[in-house]
């Protein structure tokens, strides 16, 4: 067992550090020299795709955090509506959908029967269903009309990590090919994004190579009841995905909140000495959500909070406000999940280690949920 865990003590350790490689892995073949992406694999014609008036994400867990990222990029990029939900939620709604809405299913393991009924239930109505998957030949996939594979290699440990980045991966090519395909005013931005997506593994090295203070940190955190997860835009769903890992495996009490809704609620929470991580977006590019977050953190600060800040290189705005600072590197706006949600993984496995829980197998929970 020791051999397999590559040296490491445990399978979310070494899934953690493959990442770089899951995400180059899943780009590979699929960005060609003219920084075009061909999707082969995808077998949903481009004039199915060109007639898609809706894009419906389900997903459960981890691939719904996934999914809420897809939607900024999506919309964004194509124009064209998308919803994401719960798989668990989706199908007794009664949802609304045609042949013209497309249906994409994130699932790491295929097997999630939550998302195994959505996708069933889609297709009944007429939807077109592509799978983002990570296991070949899974059940989601073999009953989906197309599916494109993730290529993180297989997860062992309970808590997903490698494949959610892949995940994320994965939905960006989908949201730019279908900007490709459908044409778009963002020629110029798409291929920007392009060309940092082949580069983002080596970020992502970047970061795992500078995780030792977030490791002394969560160490320094380990009688605590309680951490808080602020975000905005696609840093929201980082701040679920961070709050998530710290449930499952520290078992601590742990929520994401979307910072613009602090002072509708949550900030009734903040007390002395309270852990807040805040991932904070680019001062670039979204400059105005930027501030908004800076002066959050002030509000929170003022009422005792221990700020962890995740934050660009370079941005200096955040330094008075920050009793921890998490650097990472600058991406583009849409990208920045990719390197942001690596020290709340990091964070949350050091946690459960020093709280002495056992990291690959927490409990009460199952690798792949099969059951409804
Ligand atoms: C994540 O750390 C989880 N253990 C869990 O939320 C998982 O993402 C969810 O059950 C979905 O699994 P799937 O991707 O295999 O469908």
Redesign the pocket.
């Known amino acids: 067992a020791a051999a397999e865990k590559g040296g490491y003590d445990y399978f979310m350790l070494k899934e953690i550090a493959e990442q770089p490689k899951a995400v180059a892995d899943t780009l590979l073949g699929r960005i060609d020299a003219s920084g075009s992406l061909t999707l082969d694999e995808v077998r949903i014609s481009a004039s199915a795709l060109r007639e898609v008036d809706k894009v419906v994400i389900v ?6 955090h996934a999914g809420l990222i897809a939607k900024y990029a999506i919309e964004h990029w194509t124009r064209i509506p998308c919803e994401v939900e719960l798989a668990s939620e989706f199908r007794y709604r009664d949802p609304i959908l045609d042949q013209q809405t497309l249906v994409i299913a ?7 029967m939550d ?1 195994l009924m959505a996708l069933r239930h889609a297709r009944e109505q007429g939807a077109r269903v592509l799978a983002i998957c ?1 296991t070949n030949g899974s059940t989601i996939p073999r009953e989906s009309d197309a599916v494109l594979y993730t290529h993180a290699g297989p997860e062992v440990a ?3 990590t490698k ?1 959610f980045l892949t995940q994320l991966v994965a939905c960006y090519l989908v949201a730019l090919y279908l900007g490709q395909v459908r044409g778009t005013k963002w020629g110029d931005e798409i291929g920007a994004v392009i060309r940092e997506l082949s580069r983002i593994s080596c970020e992502v090295e970047r970061v795992l190579e500078t995780m030792e203070p977030v490791r002394e940190l969560a160490r320094s955190l380990a009688s605590k009841n309680t951490v808080l997860f602020l975000g905005r835009h696609v840093g929201y769903p980082v701040a679920l995905e961070g709050a ?2 710290l449930k ?1 495996l520290a078992y601590m009490h742990a929520e994401g909140f979307a910072a613009g809704e602090l002072k509708h609620g949550p900030i009734a929470l903040i007390e002395d000495d309270l852990p807040v991580v805040v991932v904070v977006p680019s001062p670039r590019g979204r400059s105005v959500l930027h501030d908004k977050i800076v002066s959050n953190m002030q509000e929170i600060r003022a009422r005792g909070a221990r700020t962890i800040v995740i934050a660009e290189e370079g941005d200096e705005a955040v330094v008075p406000y920050a009793d921890h600072l998490i650097r990472i590197p600058a991406t583009p706006t849409l990208l920045q999940p990719l390197v942001a949600t690596v020290p709340l993984q990091v964070f949350a496995c050091e946690l459960a280690t020093a709280r002495g829980n056992e990291v690959d197998q927490p409990r009460n ?1 199952a ?3 099969t059951v409804e």
């Open positions: 997903a459960c867990g981890t691939a719904f994130i699932s790491q393991s295929g097997e999630t998302t990570n309970v808590a997903s494949a998530l890992k499952e929970l690798k792949s949920v």
